[in-house]
């Protein structure tokens, strides 16, 4: 009885499955087999190295829609034009003189004439000069151009820019020593003492000067020495180291004055002065103006500062 009630469930189940039509077969997955895991080594990896930081540029995006700088076109610099500036007119060159009184003559040498006697504090143009450059030209005394000796005064102004002088005279000829009688051998007879017009005064001792000359001031009066006055016409003549120099006396009637006012003031009325100051012994004398001596001389040792010396004669 049991079997029977299966075979009819088997029946309607089947007549259901044919009354709905055909149906795809339906797909059944076969089972897969797992592959077993293999074993893959693994590498080592080497230890990472330290890499230093390359430096990168930093790129800055410019904006897309920037427009493109306009380019500004160079311009130089103003170049500042020079300014005419006015160039200053060389001063004129000057002389001032610087001694007491200072001789002035009319060439560049104490072998030339006296042209004057100038005070300290002169001042004058200098025109011209020596080609040694130790005399200058000055004007004008009397209206005519003098010479005086550079050390006898204070320049000033474009003194390098001083021209040598073109009418610069020739100097005079040396007036040579009149000639001494030598008596005879065979028969020697004595020389006798010459006899002259003019005496010695009265003797002044030498003094001392810083300045490096020799200078005699002369004097030469009648017989009421000084209040006669100077005589002129004679010529104060100096023999020494430094060969034969000499000037004139000046016929004054008041003779000027060194030192004024100091207890050393003297007279004189002949000045003469010897560059350079040659220490030695000197001969002071007078002769008239023909070059004949007419009177005693006075001998006299320039050494150390001693170098003024004051020679003095009379008329009888």
């Known amino acids: 009885m049991k079997i029977s009630s299966i075979y009819i469930f088997l029946f309607v189940l089947l007549f259901a499955l044919a009354g709905c039509g055909p149906e795809e077969p339906e ?31 930093t790129f800055t995006p410019e904006p897309a829609n920037a427009a493109p700088a306009a380019e500004v076109p160079a311009t130089e610099a103003p170049v500042a034009e020079p300014t005419a500036t006015d160039t200053p007119a060389p001063q004129q060159a000057k002389a001032v003189i610087t001694n007491a009184q200072a001789n ?34 000055l004007c004008c005394l009397n209206g005519q151009n003098v010479w005086i000796a550079d050390f006898l005064v204070d320049t000033s102004g474009s003194v390098d820019g001083v021209a040598i002088a073109a009418d610069i005279p020739a100097p005079p000829p040396t007036v040579p020593p009149a000639p001494t009688a030598t008596p005879a051998p065979a028969e020697p007879t004595p020389v006798p003492a010459p006899v002259f017009t003019l005496q010695k005064g009265d003797y002044v001792e030498p003094r001392s000067n810083s300045s490096p000359l020799i200078t005699f001031y002369g004097t030469l009066c009648k017989q009421r020495c000084p209040d006669g006055g100077g005589v002129g016409g004679y010529k104060l003549v100096v023999e020494g180291p430094q060969g034969r120099s000499e000037t004139i006396f000046e016929d004054i009637p008041t003779f000027r004055h060194g030192d004024p006012g100091l207890a050393s003031e003297f007279i004189y009325n002949a000045k003469l002065e010897i560059p350079g100051g040659p220490v030695g012994n000197y001969r002071a004398f007078v002769t008239d103006m023909g070059g004949n001596q007419v009177a005693d001389a006075w001998d006299y040792a320039a050494s150390g500062d001693i170098r003024i010396f004051l020679p003095r004669w009379v008329v009888p």
């Open 27 to 57: 797909v059944v997955a076969l089972p897969t087999r797992t592959p077993r895991p293999t074993f893959t080594p693994t590498p080592l990896q080497a230890a990472p190295q330290p890499v230093a930081a390359a430096e990168t540029a």
């Open 104 to 137: 002035v003559r009319t060439g560049p040498g104490t072998n030339y004439a006296l042209a004057g006697t100038l005070e300290r504090g002169a001042e004058f143009e200098i025109v011209g000069k020596n080609p040694a450059g130790d005399w200058w030209q």
